[in-house]
Every structure is written in structure tokens, then in C-alpha cells.
């Protein structure tokens, strides 16, 4: 894994950022999953409105409802020299379950914890594909506006598969494991709560009221956690949602229902640490088919990042 990105200002500063820095990356998926990366030469409104990529359904909503976000990934698209239409192609891909899908959509097992006098934490496993041009990277975000995050994230996503404000909230998005054909199966946008959350927010509370609140769709939960030590999940089922609260100070999301059951044995029956039983935990699952690459750990409490990984040096980050 490569060193942190910085991106800091407009939505439009932070997506040139973006855009210029990791555009090999982002050509290279384009190149590698057959879409058109050919830039208009002049630049309109129009895509947002109109068109089968855009007009007719996410960007309509990313617009209406995530402008920043819109600003921001128009940027990329720019500062990568590729086409709005190619760039949000790439983000319905990685959000997509199926053979095709990218490392963002890929099972995955997300859960918080936190009992006793143990400090909180939010974590996800991070499923790898080797040699697909899919690879995790790490952002920082310092928005004019707003609080600045640490954010794990892909080179072709504005938002964020996890991250953490300079507040301590941190944010986790975890696909679920559902069967095809279920309500909100492809294209899910509850990602898009992650980035925002992170912007807005110092408190669980206000940011639950948020995303529960907000336009998305999918199947998915969004972990939530800041440095008090409050925590609750927001269930996205297709258009509905509903809070989760911890029980025995654990949620499990993600993954199949025998592997949730397996973690929560785990983490009922070890008398390791929290951190220590976490790890173990999550790497287990791999003996039960669960794809994993690395895990991803967040720690509120210290605005601290963690990601060890098969194929990456173990990264350590503090906002």
C-alpha cells in the first residue's frame, strides 16, 4: 500500500488532487474493464441530466442530493483526463456483486467492539483480487468546509470504504451478503453516506439522523462509531433502512450467517484483548472461504488507522 494521498480544498481542489495523482490507476482500470475513457472536449451539464450512464438514475441522484460529491467527482474525472461518464461507470462496477465486481463490492466482514474499559473500534476485512488493477489506497481529505478524515478508499472512488474525522467518528461501509435479484442488489449507494458522515459530523447521533435520512440504495450497513464510545449500525435494504445497536458490545455485518455466528462465538469465548481477539478473529475466517486480503481496523479514540495485509506492508496511520 502506498503512502497517504492528501487532497485539500473545494470539492473541485480535492478531486483534481485526486485525479492527477492516482491517474495511472485510474486509466489502467478503465483500460482493464473495457470503458471508454474519451473526455468531451467541451465540458457541459448535460451528462448529469441526461444519458444512459448519468441522466436516468445515479447521477441524477448524486447531484440532487451529494452535490460536493458530484463536484468532486467531476474533478477526478478531470485531473485523470477521462470522460464523468467513464468515471461513474467505474463507481456502478465497484459497487456491483457478481463475477465483475471490484474489491469494494466483494464479500466482506465488518464489525465493531467495545466492552468494559476497552477502547472502541470499527473494522472490515478487505477482500484482494491479484492482478485485476484493483487496489486500496489511503486518502487524506481536508475540506474547506467541513472536518478532514483519514479514508480508506480506491483510486477511482470519491467516497470511502472506511475512514475517520478529526472529530472521532469513524465510518465503516459493509457490503451484505444477499442473494441475486434482492431488493437494491447492484449499485448500491450507501458508500455515499461514509464520506459525508465523515464531513459533517463530530457525534454519533447527528450523523445516524443523517443517513437515515438521505437518499441511498442497497444492501449494506454502514458502521458507526465515535470517541465516546457510542456505536450503532444503519441497515440499507434496498430503499429501507433501520438502526442497529450493539448487543455484548459487538455487531457483526457482512459475510454469511455461519461466519457472522463463527465471530461472535469467537469473541464470546476468548479471553484475549479486544484488539488481539479482533485480528485473530477476522483472519480466521479466511479457512471458511471468506476472501480475504487484509483487515482494515479504525480506532476512534486515537484518530488511528491500521491495515495489515498479504500483500501489502502493514500500514499504521493517525489523523
Known amino acids: 500500500m502506498r503512502s497517504v494521498l ?24 478503465l483500460a482493464r474493464t473495457g470503458i471508454a475513457s474519451r473526455r468531451p472536449r467541451l465540458a457541459t451539464l448535460a451528462p448529469w441530466t441526461s444519458g444512459r450512464v448519468l441522466g436516468a438514475g445515479f447521477g441524477r ?31 456502478t462496477l465497484a459497487s456491483r456483486r457478481g463475477p465483475s465486481a471490484d474489491v469494494f463490492s466483494r464479500p466482506a466482514l465488518g464489525v465493531f467492539t467495545g466492552r468494559d474499559a476497552n477502547p472502541l473500534q470499527l473494522a472490515r476485512t478487505l477482500p484482494g483480487l491479484v492482478g485485476s488493477g484493483s487496489s ?24 470511502a470504504a472506511a475512514g475517520l474525522n478529526e472529530k472521532g467518528l469513524g465510518a465503516v461501509v459493509v457490503p451484505r451478503m444477499e442473494p441475486p435479484g434482492s431488493p437494491g442488489a447492484d449499485i ?14 463530530e457525534a454519533l447521533d447527528a450523523a ?26 444503519v441497515e440499507v435494504a434496498g430503499t429501507r ?16 450467517a455461519q461466519a457472522r455466528d463463527r465471530v461472535r462465538k469467537a469473541w464470546n469465548e476468548t479471553q484475549d484483548s479486544d484488539a488481539e481477539a479482533l485480528d485473530a478473529v477476522l483472519h480466521s475466517q479466511r479457512e471458511f472461504g471468506l476472501p480475504i486480503d487484509g483487515v482494515l481496523v479504525l480506532d476512534p479514540k486515537s484518530r488511528s488507522l491500521a491495515v495489515s495485509s498479504s500483500h501489502f506492508d502493514q500500514v499504521s496511520e493517525t489523523l
Open 6 to 29: 492528501d487532497c485539500a480544498g473545494s470539492p473541485r481542489d480535492m478531486g483534481l488532487d485526486q485525479g492527477e495523482a492516482w491517474r495511472g490507476a485510474i486509466r489502467d482500470r
Open 61 to 91: 441522484q448524486l447531484i440532487r442530493h451529494y452535490s460536493h460529491l458530484a463536484e468532486r467527482m467531476d474533478a477526478v474525472a478531470r485531473g485523470a483526463d477521462v470522460s464523468l461518464e467513464a468515471l461513474v461507470e467505474l463507481f
Open 136 to 159: 486500496w489506497r489511503l486518502r487524506r481529505s481536508r475540506p474547506e468546509v467541513g472536518f478532514a478524515s483519514l479514508e480508506l478508499t480506491l483510486p477511482w472512488l470519491v467516497t
Open 188 to 201: 448500491p449507494t450507501a458508500s455515499l453516506l461514509v464520506q459525508e458522515c465523515l464531513q459533517r459530523f
Open 208 to 233: 445516524l439522523d443523517w443517513c437515515l435520512k438521505r437518499p441511498v440504495t442497497g444492501n449494506g450497513l454502514v458502521l458507526l462509531a465515535d470517541e465516546h464510545g457510542e456505536s450503532a449500525a
Open 241 to 256: 433502512r433501520r438502526v442497529l445497536r450493539p448487543q455484548d458490545g459487538l455487531i457483526v455485518s457482512g459475510a454469511e
